[in-house]
């Protein structure tokens, strides 16, 4: 199994101050969350014994207007504090006891006992147990999306089944709306609907980036119009019109019409060379678990998609170094693929969308490989420069990142998809 983006952070020797009072605090206020649901949960109980034969619905509906007006936040509002109280004190126990010692977040126990719940009932056991593990280790965002992840890896025994039945209901219809518009949807595979949406952003950048290139001077770009104004969404839109209904691009710039969807698509090696021994399923890059029939389908030889085999076992071993500044672009996919999102604590920036950065400046000798690049978002690049954080990569982690905030406490940052990479020694050898 790949580990997921995780955070670690580590002692420091430093005595108490601001932040630790932050965190204390922090921790009294899980403690308290755990005793209000605690007691939600009493409230609850108390309620049925005293009104047996009031149905439950409006039982229920009694207790919700209580808790609500004592608490002062809406009925909707005081029914997901029912809800949470039910799963975390009479149903999934374990929670509370984690809850109650602030390992985890009130936030946390709650995206779990979704997460548990929306599972089949032999299935929850291993939700819940990997679940609580996760909790104890990552922020609310990374969280959110590991849980999203196993529930898709549990759940993947059934995938092919469950795939086939939903392809069968794909469809296109239309939904008026005011002024003249409607909405076109397309119930489709996500894997296509991924690539139209990725073709179609890509021709949109394409155009209002010659635009601004030739509003600025910078280039004289005869294909773009200089009354042009749209926004980006404005270009997708007309971009999809163009091609369902001329059928080409004919009428798009140059730079427009060669574009193509590039989706990332990762097969476990032994499904894909149809090995019997159990394995994790084929994963599309923005989109998760598909069927491994079609991921031999994908990698069959299409271009657009990158092929990336993973060993179930050893994973991928690989060492990659250029003598420039830009890396190139296998460089660049392999490093967002390696990452998944962006590198700083907690942040959930798609890779896809972040920036390739030089851990270790280029002005100051960092070079442009592995094991010195990583995707950071345009905020979190910014703050690696100009906030004072000393930012560096773990040799031998994989590509895990270190964070060392102003204050002096370090934050490990782990990739999707830690991969090992050999590096050129630095001594010379011993011959």
Not at 83 to 103: C, I, K, Q, S, T
Not at 280 to 286: D, H, I, L, N
Request: charge should be negative.
């Amino acid at each position: 199994m790949n580990s997921r983006p995780s955070i670690e952070v580590e002692d420091t020797d430093f005595g108490p101050d601001t932040v630790d009072r932050m965190v204390e605090v922090a921790d009294m206020m899980t403690v308290l969350a755990a005793e209000r649901l605690m007691a939600v949960a009493v409230l609850h109980a108390e309620a049925r014994e005293r009104g047996p034969r009031m149905s439950a619905e409006i039982l229920d509906r009694s207790v919700r207007l209580e808790i609500a007006s004592e608490l002062r936040i809406t009925e909707y509002a005081a029914g997901e504090l029912l809800a949470l109280a039910d799963g975390v004190v009479h149903r999934y126990p374990a929670v509370y006891d984690v809850l109650h010692r602030a390992e985890m977040t009130e936030k946390h126990a709650q995206i779990l006992i979704t997460a548990v719940d929306s599972v089949d009932p032999p299935l929850r056991a291993q939700v819940l147990d990997e679940g609580m593990t996760l909790a104890t280790e990552l922020p609310v965002g990374s969280f959110r999306r590991a849980m999203r992840a196993l529930v898709d890896r549990v759940r993947a025994v059934s995938l092919v089944e469950r795939h086939s039945q939903a392809v069968a209901g794909r469809r296109v219809y239309i939904e008026p709306v005011d002024d003249a518009m409607s909405w076109l949807h397309a119930l489709i595979p996500s894997v296509e609907a991924h690539a139209i949406q990725q073709r179609l952003t890509g021709i949109a950048g394409a155009i209002v980036g010659r635009r601004s290139e030739s509003e600025s001077g910078s280039g004289a770009d005869s294909d773009v119009a200089a009354d042009d104004t749209r926004t980006t969404d404005q270009v997708r839109a007309d971009a999809l019109s163009d091609l369902l209904i001329d059928g080409d691009t004919t009428l798009l710039p140059d730079a427009a019409r060669g574009v193509r969807a590039s989706v990332v698509v990762t097969v476990p090696v032994m499904s894909l060379l149809g090995s019997d021994a159990p394995t994790e399923p084929a994963t599309v890059e923005g989109v998760g678990p598909i069927p491994i029939d079609r991921a031999r389908e994908l990698c069959g030889g299409a271009d657009g998609w990158m092929r990336v085999l993973t060993h179930p076992e050893t994973g991928m071993v690989l060492s990659v170094s250029r003598d420039r500044y830009s890396p190139p672009p296998s460089l660049r996919k392999l490093v967002k693929w390696r990452s998944a999102r962006c590198m700083a604590p907690g942040c959930g920036v798609p890779a896809s969308r972040c920036q390739i950065d030089h851990t270790l400046a280029w002005e100051h000798g960092g070079e442009t490989s592995l094991w010195n690049s990583a995707p950071l978002c345009q905020g979190h690049h910014t703050i690696k420069h100009h906030g004072s954080w000393v930012v560096q990569q773990i040799d031998g982690s994989g590509g895990a990142i270190e964070w060392t905030s102003p204050s002096g406490r370090r934050y490990v940052v782990k990739p999707e998809r830690p991969m090992p990479a050999f590096r050129p020694s630095d001594e010379p050898p011993p011959f």
